[in-house]
C-alpha cells in the first residue's frame, strides 16, 4: 500500500516545498472527521494526476472542428484544438473553450480566432492550435476540477472578413465573460490560457474612455489583466460615466517610497481606479502595457494617503497593503499573482517570525508590510510627516527583518 507521505506529494497543492500537516490535507480533500490512515490514503490515490475534457464544434454551415483541453494536478496544461472548412465557403472564426467547475467557477479559458478557406480560396481547409503551458489556478482548485469539471465552447463564424484584430477579440471575450458573470453571480476570475489576448500589449486599447485594462460588457464591469479577467464593481452600478481613474500622484509616490524604497514601478504605471472587486473587495491587478490598476473603491480613490476605516485604523495603511500586491505583481509571473490572489483568504501571518518571506501567502505578505507600517503611532504622527524619515527613532518591530531583508532589497 503506498505511505502517506507518497499519496500526499501525488496531489500537488501540497507539493514541496511546503510544510503542511494531516488536518491540512483532510480539510483540503473536504472530507469528514474522524478520518481513518486508510481512508486517507484511498482518497489521495483516487485523484487523477490529469484530466481531458473534449467537445466537437458544430455549425450550421461547412464548418466545424473540436476543442480539448488536458490539464494536469501539478498545474500544467495543453489546450488545442482545430476547426475546418468542409464544403465552397470560406470562414472566419473565433472559438472559446472554458472549463467549468463545481460552483459555477470559470477555471481556465482558451481563446483562438483564424480563417479557414473553402474550395471557392485557395488556402488551407484546416487551422490547428496547440498551446502547452503552467497555471496555478489549475493546481489551486484540483480536487474541484477532478471532480466535477466540465467543458463549453462558445464558437462565432462568418463568410467574410477576418476576425483577429485586438478589438474584435476583446470584445468577443468581454461579451462572453460578462454574460457568464451576470448567469454566475459568484464568478470571480476567468484565467484565459489561449494567449490571443496578451496581444494586447503595445496596441490602442478599443475602449478609449476607460483605463487601459476595463470595460463593459453584459452590464457587467471587466478588469483585464495579461492572463487573466477579473469582474469588478463600482458605486451605484458598472457605469461608464462612474469609474475614475487616476496615477499615483507625487505626494502620493514620495508617501510609497518611504516604505517600499525604490521597489516599487513608477508612478505612472500605477493606476489608482474607484472599482471593487465582488463582495467590496480591493483588489490589485497587473495590466496591459506594463501598468498596474490598482482598485481601492469611491471611499479611498481621492485621498488614499489620509484613508482609514476599522480594519486599517492608521491612514494611508489600506494603500501601503494594496501597493504591497503591486510589488509583488511587479516580480511575480502575471497569472501566478492574479491566481494566488482569487484563492488567497488567509490574512494574519501569525507569529513564526523564522518563516523565509516565500512562505507566506499574498495577503499575509501585504498584512506584515501594512502592519510594520502602522506599528508605531508615534513614529507615524510626528517623523513619517518628514521628507525623510529618520527610520533609527521607529520602534523595532517584529518585522524589521521582512521589510529591510525583502521589500525594500525587492526581494522574493
Not at 494536478?73 to 464544403?87: N, P
Request: hydrophobic fraction near 40%; glycine fraction near 10%; aromatic fraction near 10%.
Amino acid at each position: 500500500m503506498s505511505s502517506l507521505s507518497s499519496s500526499i506529494r501525488k496531489y500537488h497543492l501540497f507539493a514541496p516545498p511546503r510544510i503542511i500537516n494531516t488536518s491540512e490535507v483532510i480539510d483540503g480533500l473536504q472530507l469528514r472527521r474522524p478520518v481513518s490512515l486508510k481512508d486517507l490514503i484511498r482518497r489521495l490515490s483516487s485523484l487523477p494526476t490529469e484530466f481531458r475534457l473534449t467537445g466537437q464544434i458544430t455549425t450550421d454551415a461547412a464548418l466545424g472542428g473540436l476543442a480539448e483541453m488536458v490539464l494536469r494536478s501539478d498545474g500544467t496544461y495543453t489546450c488545442s484544438g482545430h476547426m475546418r472548412a468542409t464544403g465552397l465557403p470560406s470562414f472566419a472564426f473565433h472559438v472559446t473553450a472554458t472549463v467549468e467547475s463545481a460552483g459555477g467557477r470559470f477555471v481556465p479559458t482558451s481563446v483562438h480566432q483564424g480563417r479557414v478557406f473553402g474550395t471557392d480560396t485557395p488556402g488551407d481547409r484546416q487551422r490547428d492550435w496547440s498551446e502547452n503551458g503552467h497555471n496555478e489556478n489549475i493546481r489551486q482548485i484540483w480536487l474541484s476540477i477532478a471532480d466535477s469539471a466540465t467543458l463549453s465552447i462558445r464558437k462565432e463564424y462568418n463568410l467574410s472578413g477576418t476576425l483577429g484584430t485586438l478589438t474584435d477579440i476583446v470584445v468577443a471575450f468581454a461579451e462572453f465573460v460578462g454574460l457568464a458573470a451576470a448567469t454566475h453571480p459568484g464568478l470571480a476570475l476567468a484565467v484565459t490560457l489561449g494567449s490571443n489576448l496578451g496581444e494586447a500589449a503595445g496596441e490602442p486599447w478599443p475602449f478609449p474612455r476607460l483605463p487601459v485594462g476595463m470595460t463593459i460588457a453584459a452590464g457587467v464591469l471587466l478588469v483585464f489583466g495579461p492572463g487573466a479577467v477579473v469582474v469588478a464593481i463600482v458605486a451605484g452600478g458598472a457605469a461608464e460615466a462612474l469609474i475614475r481613474h487616476r496615477p499615483l500622484n507625487d505626494d502620493e509616490a514620495h508617501f510609497a517610497a518611504k516604505v517600499f524604497g525604490n521597489t516599487l514601478p513608477p508612478a505612472e504605471q500605477i493606476i489608482l481606479t474607484n472599482a471593487l472587486g465582488l463582495g467590496n473587495r480591493r483588489f490589485v491587478i497587473p495590466g496591459f502595457g506594463s501598468s498596474y490598476l490598482v482598485n481601492l473603491g469611491d471611499a479611498a480613490f481621492d485621498n488614499p494617503t489620509t484613508f482609514h476605516n476599522t480594519r486599517y485604523p492608521q491612514p494611508g495603511q489600506i494603500l501601503i497593503h494594496e501597493l504591497t500586491h503591486v510589488w509583488q505583481a511587479k516580480r511575480w509571473p502575471a497569472v501566478t499573482y492574479l491566481c494566488e490572489g482569487v484563492f488567497e483568504s488567509t490574512y494574519d501571518p501569525g507569529n513564526d517570525l523564522s518563516k523565509p518571506w516565500s512562505a507566506y501567502g499574498i495577503e499575509q505578505q501585504a498584512t506584515i508590510v501594512d502592519n510594520w507600517y502602522a506599528a508605531d503611532l508615534a513614529f507615524l504622527a510626528t517623523e513619517f510627516t518628514k521628507p525623510n524619515p529618520d527610520w533609527t527613532k521607529k520602534a523595532r518591530h517584529k518585522f524589521d527583518h521582512y521589510i529591510n531583508g525583502n521589500i525594500r532589497a525587492g526581494l522574493l
